[in-house]
């Protein structure tokens, strides 16, 4: 399991992506992600996370209601694995809870995605190799 990046939720994709680009980042994929219901903005900076902006497309976007509760904030960590049903099956037995279907994901060029929870980390998001 490696780092991968961090998920961001915002309400407005260009008025982060310009905020962060002052922060040093730069900008490398902009997509979105109709199977989620998600615009979805990567940005990189040496030395630094990856950063993946998050925005609603429309009210059934996982999102929605993080944004309503919390505003803008860091939601997701995302991990890389070499197999991903078989770290589900692994964090599972460990107390997570699966709370999205394995799916391809647009962003990745169509790579399985799956997101788990744990009360005591919050939401990551495992990324198939």
């Given at each position: 399991?490696?780092?991968h990046?961090?998920?961001i939720?915002?309400?407005?994709?260009?008025?982060?992506?310009?905020l962060?680009?002052?922060?040093?980042?730069?900008?490398f994929?902009?997509?979105?992600d109709?199977?989620?219901?998600?615009?979805?903005?990567?940005?990189?900076?040496?030395?630094?996370?990856t950063?993946?902006l998050?925005?609603?497309?429309d009210?059934?976007?996982?999102v929605?209601?993080?944004l309503k509760r919390?505003g803008p904030?860091?939601?997701?960590?995302c991990?890389e694995?070499?197999?991903?049903?078989?770290?589900?099956?692994k964090l599972?037995?460990?107390?997570?809870?699966?709370?999205s279907?394995?799916?391809?994901?647009?962003a990745?060029?169509?790579?399985?995605?799956c997101?788990l929870?744990n009360?005591?980390?919050?939401?990551i998001?495992?990324?198939?190799?």
């Open positions: 399991m490696t780092f990046h961090i998920g939720a915002v309400n407005n994709i260009e008025k982060a992506q310009i962060y680009e002052k922060l040093g980042y730069k900008m994929l902009l997509t979105n109709a199977v989620q219901n998600v615009k979805l903005c990567f940005l990189d900076k040496l030395n630094s996370p950063i993946e998050v925005c609603p497309i009210d059934k976007s996982p929605v209601n993080i919390n904030m860091p939601y997701h960590t991990y694995v070499a197999d991903i049903e078989l770290e589900i099956k599972k037995k460990g107390g997570y809870i699966q709370v279907k394995t799916a391809p994901a647009i990745f060029n169509n790579r399985l995605v997101f929870y009360k005591n980390i919050g939401l998001e495992l990324l198939n190799k």
